[in-house]
Every structure is written in C-alpha cells, then in structure tokens.
C-alpha cells in the first residue's frame, strides 16, 4: 500500500498523491502542458483543440464522461465531465497516448 498518512482534525486517513493532481504532501498542483506551444491546458475547450488537432475525435458513447477516439488506433481517453475532477492520472494517460505532444509538469 502506497501513500501517504495524514493527521488532520484529530482523523488519520491514507492519501495517494499520484490520485488526485494536488499533491497533499508537497501541495504541488499538476498541470498538463501541450510542448510544441508551451500551453498549459487550463479547460477542455483547450485541449480538445489540441486533441482534434492531432487526429482525435469525440465519442459519444457514455454521457458521464468526454471520450475520444483516434481512428488509427485503439486508443480511448476517457476523461470526467467536471474540468475540477481532471486529475493527474487522466493528464498521464493523454500523455501516454499522444507521445512528444503533452506532458505533465509541477505547476
């Protein structure tokens, strides 16, 4: 079990860092980065231009989530409604799928 404990308010609990994009042991924010313009994606607006850009397109299958679909692959990214709940593991995984494009920095 991998993590972190935290004493807060007189309740000790088990926090992952690598979960959520604010770390709570370093309080670092992760932010995803587009490389070729040195843009840091800030709403989904953003970077569904750079996804469709690159060859991605939506995919409406499941109404809980933004998907989207690349035709020469089988790659799906699947990414939550709320821009809030956009956490570093959804940042790695756009990362992972469009080498040299993105990349996930400390803010």
Not at 21 to 30: A, N
Not at 59 to 65: G, L
Not at 71 to 98: A, E, G, Q
């Amino acid at each position: 079990m991998s993590g972190v404990w935290v004493f807060k308010n007189g309740v000790v609990r088990l926090e992952n860092p690598g979960d959520c994009h604010i770390s709570s042991t370093t309080g670092h924010r992760k932010v995803l980065v587009h490389v070729p313009s040195n843009e840091v994606i800030t709403c989904y607006a953003n970077l569904e231009r750079k996804l469709y850009s690159l060859g991605w397109e939506r995919y409406y299958d499941d109404p809980q989530f933004l998907q989207y679909h690349k035709r020469s692959t089988t790659h799906l990214i699947s990414l939550p409604i709320d821009f809030n709940r956009f956490k570093s593991m959804h940042m790695y995984d756009i990362v992972v799928k469009n080498r040299n494009e993105f990349e996930v920095r400390d803010m």
